[in-house]
């Protein structure tokens, strides 16, 4: 929203008393004045947040094996199966989740994740910035349409992307800014869903994962 402001203060001049509600999943002073420059009349809630269905959890490893610790995470879940049902929440001895976003720092670490999960037989879709937009609709299409149930991806789909509903994130990589970790974690357990949180933590991450603690 705010890399367009330009382009949004100009649509709501065109409108006649627009009603304006805006949703975010943290709140900065950015955009709170934003706001105030459209007419709402507060932006409400804490800093930043989590849903109170979602549980987080971490897994400790070293960087040198931590490829092998997400194909395993993935394969337990079984996400080759389609599973349309409420199946309860992650506490549950038998819960799966339906499908999973797998975030990456960077593109070409997106590319790496991918083609390791792909070696592996793990049928996965990759998204990022520097792919062409033909790409990114298909692999977008496809993981809307279920025909993988895993979508290995930067920060571009943490935000302003329309997904299906999402019960698995892993944070292959630790991301360096706690909101970036709210809104990642912020694509599952949506609208009272159950979701799982889960970040791959190495030696070089302890001051990454102290950050995000301290913000929740």
């Known amino acids: 929203l705010l890399q367009n402001a330009k382009d949004v203060k100009v649509i709501f001049a ?38 109170t269905t979602l549980t987080q959890e971490y897994v400790f490893c070293p960087r040198r094996i931590k490829l092998a610790h997400l194909a395993q995470i993935l394969l337990s ?45 793990i049928k996965a879709y990759a998204l990022h910035s520097k792919m062409p937009q033909s790409e990114r609709t298909v692999a977008l299409d496809a993981f809307q349409q279920r025909h993988s149930q895993i979508l290995v991806c930067t920060d571009v789909a943490s935000r302003g992307l329309d997904l299906p509903a999402i019960d698995l994130v892993v944070n292959f990589d630790v991301p360096r800014d706690p909101d970036d970790y709210v809104h990642r974690v912020g694509r599952c357990a949506r609208a009272g869903r159950a979701g799982l949180a889960l970040s791959l933590i190495t030696q070089s991450d302890l001051a990454y994962l102290a950050a995000i603690e301290g913000c929740l």
């Open 77 to 121: 879940f079984d996400l080759s199966e389609r599973r349309d049902a409420d199946r309860g929440s992650p506490a549950d001895k038998e819960w799966r989740p339906r499908s999973a976003l797998v975030f990456a720092q960077t593109c070409r670490r997106v590319h790496e994740v991918h083609a390791i999960l792909q070696h592996q037989g």
């Open 14 to 51: 065109a409108l006649k008393q627009p009603q304006v509600l805006l949703y975010s999943a943290t709140a900065t002073n950015q955009l709170e004045t934003f706001a105030s420059a459209l007419n709402t009349v507060k932006v409400e809630g804490s800093r930043s947040s989590v849903p």
